[in-house]
């Protein structure tokens, strides 16, 4: 009787440890929608209270990062919310910005404290030709289509936005399609903050926009396998050329002074290693 006591309770236990797993995972798929939601209609305020306080928290965006709390809200309430909607915090009549999140992977570290998101997202972007005389962008509409590599930390018991990592990897005009569109089509910043009082704390060597089609890393080492991709086969080279003379590979590396505390250890759940060892942040 002892030890079928002593099993079960071993059982409750484990049982215990993969409900609150799965439970995490739901609440970042859930952050993560509800940060897309927000960001459809321009409600900036209310996406910049959802990023963590840590100091480690950033944006990765268009070849360039947001530091802090102070450089995410540089980049959410001065770039975007000046351009899109004038500085107010919610939509402008006329303009659409809807963002479909899908294709969602989450991995929440074994201390329930850590997780990472790999999803995909698709846009459409534009202004109703009523809008043409008032809103800065004219007469437009595009598509867009991006992924996202981001990490999450539970704070105080909430799930929030830590480092959050964007690569919209294509775009096209609406009447024309994704073979027509201008290189460069979002123009890289140049500039960092203060010169620029909307700018990035720091350029980064590690810009992509279509043609461009490298892989953005993958967080997670492949499901049968166990192993990662290698780095040449995450560039793109032109057909028939050398993977070694292409662009080298994109890369999920912190900004200078940050680090993984638990770099190196390795951690699974049911047989399986859910995040690359260099990537885990939990001992």
Same mark, same amino acid.
């Given at each position: 009787?002892?030890?079928?006591?002593?099993?079960?309770?071993?059982?409750?236990?484990?049982?215990?440890?993969?409900?609150?797993?799965?439970?995490?995972?739901?609440?970042?798929?859930?952050?993560?929608?509800?940060?897309?939601?927000?960001?459809?209609?321009?409600?900036?305020?209310?996406?910049?209270?959802?990023?963590?306080?840590?100091?480690?928290?950033?944006?990765?965006?268009?070849?360039?990062?947001?530091?802090?709390?102070?450089?995410?809200?540089?980049?959410?309430?001065?770039?975007?919310?000046?351009?899109?909607?004038?500085?107010?915090?919610?939509?402008?009549?006329?303009?659409?910005?809807?963002?479909?999140?899908?294709?969602?992977?989450?991995?929440?570290?074994?201390?329930?404290?850590?997780?990472?998101?790999?999803?995909?997202?698709?846009?459409?972007?534009?202004?109703?030709?009523?809008?043409? %005389?008032?809103?800065?962008? !004219?007469?437009?509409?595009?598509? +867009? /289509?991006?992924?996202?590599?981001?990490?999450? #930390?539970? $704070? @105080?018991?909430?799930?929030?936005?830590?480092?959050?990592?964007?690569?919209?990897?294509?775009?096209?005009?609406?009447?024309?399609?994704?073979?027509?569109?201008?290189?460069?089509?979002?123009?890289?910043?140049?500039?960092?903050?203060?010169?620029?009082?909307?700018?990035?704390?720091?350029?980064?060597?590690?810009?992509?926009?279509?043609?461009?089609?490298?892989?953005?890393?993958?967080?997670?080492?492949?499901?049968?396998?166990?192993?990662?991709?290698?780095?040449?086969?995450?560039?793109?080279?032109?057909?028939?050329?050398?993977?070694?003379?292409?662009?080298?590979?994109?890369?999920?590396?912190?900004?200078?002074?940050? %680090?993984?505390?638990?770099? !190196?250890?390795?951690?699974?759940? +049911? /047989?399986?290693?859910?995040?690359?060892?260099? #990537?885990? $942040? @939990?001992?």
């Amino acid at each position: 009787m002892d030890a079928d006591i002593a099993e079960l309770k071993k059982e409750v236990s484990l049982l215990r440890k993969e409900l609150s797993r799965v439970s995490d995972e739901a609440e970042v798929r859930k952050v993560h929608f509800k940060y897309g939601y927000y960001l459809d209609k321009c409600l900036y305020n209310e996406v910049v209270d959802m990023y963590a306080d840590h100091p480690d928290a950033y944006v990765e965006f268009l070849g360039s990062r947001y530091r802090g709390k102070a450089g995410i809200k540089r980049l959410y309430n001065g770039r975007f919310q000046s351009t899109f909607v004038k500085g107010r915090n919610g939509p402008v009549h006329g303009f659409l910005l809807d963002h479909i999140m899908m294709q969602d992977i989450v991995d929440v570290d074994p201390s329930g404290t850590h997780a990472w998101c790999r999803m995909r997202a698709l846009m459409q972007a534009g202004t109703h030709k009523s809008v043409r %005389e008032t809103h800065p962008r !004219g007469h437009v509409q595009w598509w +867009e /289509g991006g992924l996202y590599e981001n990490e999450y #930390l539970k $704070e @105080n018991g909430v799930w929030k936005l830590f480092r959050y990592r964007y690569f919209p990897f294509w775009h096209a005009e609406f009447e024309t399609g994704w073979s027509l569109t201008k290189e460069n089509y979002v123009p890289w910043p140049t500039k960092t903050y203060p010169e620029d009082p909307w700018g990035p704390d720091e350029i980064i060597e590690q810009k992509m926009l279509w043609p461009d089609t490298r892989v953005v890393p993958f967080h997670y080492p492949h499901p049968v396998t166990g192993k990662r991709v290698d780095d040449d086969d995450l560039r793109a080279p032109n057909y028939g050329q050398d993977a070694a003379e292409a662009e080298p590979p994109l890369s999920l590396s912190l900004p200078e002074g940050q %680090e993984r505390q638990g770099e !190196g250890n390795t951690w699974s759940n +049911e /047989g399986s290693i859910r995040v690359l060892p260099e #990537l885990v $942040e @939990n001992p």
